[in-house]
């Protein structure tokens, strides 16, 4: 007998056509179409996995991989098509569910910055280009919080993403040209509160303004502003707004609070941004009532919650 048999499983590994694949166990979870077709666009062969199959009675019961198959199955267009199979013969319907159960119980996903750092390896442009930026403005992208420090490297991305490179350009020269680098003003509720306000003003916002009377309260003190208001980015949004506005009576300069709850944003298609590049057609619902993507806290780069 083989003295590391107890650490290796009795497995051995068949291709198996999609079709003769079966994974409908009550177990299992339900099928994620939206799971499916956006894995389906980004489609990558060096990230599938093999699908563990049970096989009883002359059955192959996929037990972990049921997205994987239909993943498979949309891009090449058959379900003729085969996948790698980890098969086990010597499972009962129970123990396959427990296995099911289980099988993320010890696992350690990947916090953001681990993410980043590997697409930064990787030499992906996404990436890159945004790492570029930041240090661009003599910053870094970095675990723990510290002067001129980004830990909120999800939130630089989901701006990224949806609005573009110039969107998260300005809010950082804002945050910079108000707080000159204080590590409090990259936490996730204030870099998505000057982006809702980036794309909610556009040119209205002016920089100098921002940079006076918003630059004029610490960072510490708009927070605490900020949570006398609301929880998460939209309090800090209107705490920024107050600031800005301040007690002068002209309107002129003025940003409109009721503007900044609108449901959509009027704004007409390839009006200027900055020197040389235009806003898309965005609404304001794209970032709720508490951050990006409705979200009231962020995980910063070392997978702790970065909340106002």
């Known amino acids: 007998m083989d003295e590391f048999s107890e650490y290796v499983p009795n497995v051995y590994f068949e291709k198996i056509p999609i079709k003769n694949l079966v994974s409908n166990q009550n177990y299992q979870r339900s099928l994620s179409e939206q799971h499916v077709l956006r894995a389906a666009e980004h489609f ?19 037990f972990n991989g049921q997205h994987t198959i239909e993943i498979v199955a949309l891009v090449s267009g058959s379900r003729d098509t085969p996948v790698w199979c980890m098969v086990y013969d010597d499972l009962c319907y129970e123990h396959e569910a427990d296995i099911f159960a289980n099988q993320q119980k010890f696992v350690k996903t990947l916090n953001p910055m681990e993410v980043f750092t590997a697409n930064i390896e990787a030499g992906n442009n996404d990436q890159m280009t945004i790492k570029g930026l930041v240090e661009s403005y003599g910053l870094r992208i970095a675990k723990k ?14 701006i990224y993403t949806k609005y573009g490179y110039h969107v998260l350009n300005r809010v950082l020269r804002l945050c910079i040209g108000a707080w000159e680098g204080d590590a409090n003003s990259f936490s996730a509720n204030v870099l998505n509160a000057v ?11 002016d920089e100098d303004i921002f940079k006076e009377k918003v630059g004029a309260l610490s960072i510490k003190q708009l ?24 007690k002068k009576k002209s309107v002129e300069h003025r940003l409109s609070m009721n503007r900044l709850f609108a449901k959509e944003a009027d704004f007409v298609e390839g009006e200027a941004f900055g020197d040389d590049d235009a806003y898309d057609n ?14 009231e806290e962020t995980e910063s780069a070392d997978g702790e919650k970065d909340a106002v």
Do not use: F, H, W
């Open 44 to 62: 990558d062969l060096y990230q599938i996995n093999p699908v563990k199959v049970s096989r009883r009675n002359g059955i192959n019961y996929v």
């Open 145 to 158: 919080k510290g002067p001129g420090a980004i830990c909120a490297v999800s939130t630089l991305e989901t």
């Open 195 to 205: 982006a809702k306000l980036v794309v909610t003003y556009r040119e209205r916002l």
């Open 223 to 246: 927070i605490r502003n900020a949570k006398d208001r609301r929880p998460g980015a939209m309090g800090v949004c209107e705490a920024i707004i107050i600031a800005y506005n301040g």
């Open 282 to 295: 965005y609404t304001i619902d794209d970032i709720g009532e508490e951050g990006i993507d409705g979200e």
